[in-house]
């Protein structure tokens, strides 16, 4: 995830075809969890910053699976 979020930042040409219809073809380059593709399909976004924000709060609330919340607390 840092580094599709990374590319993004500093190349303008990814960073649009995130955007525009391209992002099922540029994200299988990336060796991403299923969590992080459905995270990344379901964003829409008119902008980056729109994108990069959505993106922070998947992770930041942990907006996942809850049945993986639940293994990985157990396992704690």
């Known amino acids: 995830?840092?580094?599709?979020?990374?590319?993004?930042?500093?190349?303008?040409?990814?960073r649009e075809q995130l955007l525009n219809g391209n992002r099922e073809?540029?994200?299988?380059?990336f060796d991403l969890s299923d969590d992080e593709l459905r995270a990344i399909r379901s964003i829409k976004a008119q902008s980056f910053e729109?994108?990069?924000g959505e993106l922070h709060s998947w992770i930041e609330v942990g907006?996942?699976?809850?049945?993986?919340?639940?293994?990985k607390s157990r396992a704690l």
């Open 1 to 14: 995830m840092q580094t599709l979020v990374g590319r993004a930042i500093v190349d303008k040409g990814f």
């Open 25 to 29: 073809r540029v994200i299988a380059e």
């Open 50 to 52: 729109a994108f990069a």
């Open 63 to 71: 907006d996942r699976d809850p049945k993986a919340t639940q293994l």
